[in-house]
């Protein structure tokens, strides 16, 4: 079993094979560059949401409400969100 070491400032634990594997030590030092932050996103007032525009689409619909969490979602930038319909159904959204 292959021992797994921390690089980039404790952001990725590799193998010593992905060490040594010029062409993802490249990709990751761009990444590490870009603080691993996703290019196809952009800056809202919910942090970093992608690029399709949900509040616009649902906007749109007739009745369709955009209800925001109160809890972080750590793992995609922004607060949870969800899609409440005239009917009372609810969609999660991101």
Not at 59 to 67: L, P, T, V, Y
Not at 72 to 77: I, L, V
Request: proline fraction near 1%; charged fraction near 25%; include cysteine.
């Amino acid at each position: 079993m292959s021992e797994l070491k921390s690089m980039f400032n404790g952001c990725v634990l590799m193998s010593n094979s992905a060490i040594n594997d010029q062409s993802i030590m490249n990709v990751l030092q761009s990444e590490y560059d870009n603080n691993f932050e996703s290019k196809s996103t952009v800056e809202t007032n919910n942090n970093h949401r992608s690029i399709f525009d949900q509040d616009e689409y649902y906007s749109k619909q007739d009745d369709a409400r955009i209800e925001y969490s109160t809890v972080y979602n750590h793992s995609k930038g922004c607060y949870f969100r969800g899609v409440t319909y005239p009917d009372g159904s609810y969609a999660d959204l991101d």
